[in-house]
């Protein structure tokens, strides 16, 4: 195994770090481009919040339908023509948002995101596993955390950016504003507002088409990741993946996760808008910075002072205490604003809003540690392993909806935010106890 790893870092890890550390960025970019997109359509495409989190759902089902044929793919291709292939296809999606949103047509968007979600299952499929065995692999969350970072990073720009270029003059598309107008004029400010995204994606569309250049052309060079990731096989009596209790309760953590994560990034301009907060579209980067704040923890303390395990423990722990703050905190009250920013330069935000963002910060050491933990002693059954843990990545696309469902019926979008106490609850099990177990 340390022959195998040696391959990789005998070129040294940093060309294949920067590479991949601008995939990341891309991941980010048009991953965290959700949450601010949410309460555009549902004003653009006359929604309800249900209706609206489809897009979560569009975006996210995609790494269930396409995560085993991606690694069918990249086995035939390569890893390095597969993170080609995925610029392509992500590039394609881009595209489509153009006649989408020329057309105002809701299941035109949902089209373009699924295809954008296919081209980064792909990538993601090819990244994950690429990052966790280019090193030592107690190591290797914070070298997921490095990677993280760029990932945030790029989702606290991307609102900000989304905001500057797209939601500018909000207040004349309020509900309000709409009401006072004729179906026809209604008709022609709706259309103006949705063809405000066409420049944007020809951009998108631009960068992608480079970016599969520079990776088409770069020396990143092909880990030899089956071999690095063997070890003793013959000490592996497991005849299939799913006899890994690691691995499949690390799927169903994942599961959890990637759908409590996307609850608190997506849903939290939603939750700004119904709270009247101004500048509701730039939320999500609140999330994105108490998730680089998490990364910046893991960076500097693991393996060193804190183990995957004990991170993945005090993530849940954090998880649970911010959901019961946004549960149950006031909405009128802007004290912890206060205690954390002191006013200075940041726009008053509501307690509860605050509590939805640092769920960020509970969040962020998830993934990095659920990975390694996950593949621990798979051996052989590594790559499709690393497909089933991409696969939970669906969390993402079904519990947004399972909390828009609530928020709806109920009338109260606060108290549904309940549907993510389970979650860190099985996350909470995982990191005491469901990492260790090895037979069924």
Same mark, same amino acid.
């Given at each position: 195994?340390?022959?195998?790893?040696?391959?990789?870092?005998?070129?040294?890890?940093?060309?294949?770090?920067?590479?991949?550390?601008?995939?990341?960025?891309?991941?980010?970019?048009?991953?965290?481009?959700?949450? #601010?997109?949410?309460?555009?359509?549902?004003?653009?495409?006359?929604?309800?919040?249900?209706?609206?989190?489809?897009?979560? %759902?569009?975006?996210?089902?995609?790494?269930?339908?396409?995560?085993?044929?991606?690694?069918?793919? $990249?086995?035939?291709?390569?890893?390095?023509?597969?993170?080609?292939?995925?610029?392509?296809?992500?590039?394609?999606?881009?595209?489509?948002?153009?006649?989408?949103?020329?057309?105002?047509?809701?299941?035109?968007?949902?089209?373009?995101?699924?295809?954008?979600?296919?081209?980064?299952?792909?990538?993601?499929?090819?990244?994950?596993?690429?990052?966790?065995?280019?090193?030592?692999?107690?190591?290797?969350?914070?070298?997921?955390?490095?990677?993280?970072?760029?990932?945030?990073?790029?989702?606290?720009?991307?609102?900000?950016?989304?905001?500057?270029?797209?939601?500018?003059?909000?207040?004349?598309?309020?509900?309000?504003?709409?009401?006072?107008?004729?179906?026809?004029?209604?008709?022609?400010?709706?259309?103006?507002?949705?063809?405000?995204?066409?420049?944007?994606?020809?951009?998108?569309?631009?960068?992608?088409?480079?970016?599969?250049?520079?990776?088409?052309?770069?020396?990143?060079?092909?880990?030899?990741?089956?071999?690095?990731?063997?070890?003793?096989?013959?000490?592996?009596?497991?005849? #299939?993946?799913?006899?890994?209790?690691?691995?499949?309760?690390?799927?169903?953590?994942?599961?959890?996760?990637?759908?409590?994560?996307?609850?608190?990034?997506?849903?939290?301009?939603?939750?700004?808008?119904?709270?009247?907060?101004?500048? %509701?579209?730039?939320?999500?980067?609140?999330?994105?910075?108490?998730?680089?704040?998490?990364?910046?923890?893991?960076?500097?303390?693991?393996?060193?002072?804190? #183990?995957?395990?004990?991170?993945?423990?005090? #993530?849940?722990?954090?998880?649970?205490?911010?959901?019961?703050?946004?549960?149950?905190?006031?909405?009128?009250?802007?004290?912890?604003?206060?205690?954390?920013?002191?006013?200075?330069?940041?726009?008053?935000?509501?307690?509860?809003?605050?509590?939805?963002?640092? =769920?960020?910060?509970?969040?962020?050491?998830?993934?990095?540690?659920?990975?390694? =933990?996950?593949?621990?002693?798979?051996?052989? %059954?590594?790559?499709?392993?690393?497909? $089933?843990?991409?696969?939970?990545?669906?969390?993402?696309?079904?519990?947004?909806?399972?909390?828009?469902?609530?928020?709806?019926?109920?009338?109260?979008?606060?108290?549904?935010?309940?549907?993510? $106490?389970?979650?860190?609850?099985?996350?909470?099990?995982?990191?005491?106890?469901?990492?260790?177990?090895?037979?069924?």
């Amino acid at each position: 195994m340390e022959m195998a790893i040696n391959k990789v870092q005998g070129r040294s890890t940093v060309l294949p770090m920067l590479i991949i550390g601008t995939l990341f960025f891309v991941f980010g970019f048009v991953t965290w481009l959700n949450g #601010s997109l949410i309460p555009f359509l549902k004003i653009v495409c006359d929604l309800n919040e249900f209706q609206a989190l489809l897009v979560t %759902f569009a975006f996210y089902i995609a790494y269930v339908v396409m995560a085993i044929p991606m690694s069918m793919v $990249l086995n035939r291709i390569g890893y390095k023509n597969g993170m080609v292939a995925g610029l392509g296809i992500m590039a394609l999606g881009a595209v489509l948002f153009i006649p989408a949103a020329q057309s105002s047509y809701y299941a035109l968007f949902l089209i373009a995101l699924f295809t954008l979600g296919t081209g980064l299952t792909i990538l993601q499929t090819a990244s994950n596993p690429y990052i966790v065995c280019i090193g030592p692999r107690e190591s290797a969350a914070m070298r997921i955390s490095c990677m993280g970072l760029v990932n945030k990073g790029a989702g606290i720009v991307v609102p900000v950016v989304f905001t500057a270029l797209i939601l500018t003059g909000m207040d004349q598309f309020t509900p309000e504003a709409l009401a006072a107008l004729t179906a026809e004029e209604k008709a022609s400010r709706i259309a103006e507002l949705s063809n405000r995204l066409v420049q944007p994606y020809i951009y998108m569309t631009a960068a992608l088409v480079a970016l599969m250049a520079f990776v088409k052309f770069s020396p990143l060079p092909e880990p030899d990741l089956e071999e690095a990731m063997i070890g003793d096989v013959k000490t592996q009596p497991q005849t #299939s993946v799913l006899q890994f209790p690691q691995l499949v309760l690390g799927v169903v953590a994942l599961f959890f996760y990637v759908g409590v994560e996307v609850i608190a990034g997506d849903t939290i301009g939603l939750y700004g808008q119904n709270l009247q907060v101004a500048n %509701f579209g730039t939320l999500t980067s609140y999330t994105m910075a108490f998730m680089v704040l998490g990364y910046l923890v893991g960076v500097s303390c693991i393996p060193k002072y804190l #183990s995957q395990a004990r991170a993945l423990q005090g #993530s849940a722990i954090f998880g649970l205490l911010f959901t019961l703050g946004v549960m149950f905190g006031s909405s009128d009250s802007h004290a912890i604003a206060e205690l954390l920013f002191g006013w200075t330069g940041i726009p008053t935000v509501p307690d509860t809003v605050l509590y939805l963002a640092m =769920l960020g910060f509970a969040n962020a050491l998830v993934w990095p540690a659920v990975w390694p =933990l996950a593949l621990d002693g798979l051996g052989k %059954f590594t790559a499709t392993a690393s497909a $089933l843990l991409i696969m939970g990545i669906a969390g993402g696309a079904l519990l947004p909806l399972v909390y828009g469902y609530f928020a709806h019926s109920s009338g109260d979008s606060q108290l549904a935010y309940w549907v993510m $106490l389970p979650c860190y609850a099985f996350i909470l099990f995982y990191a005491f106890k469901g990492h260790k177990i090895r037979q069924w």
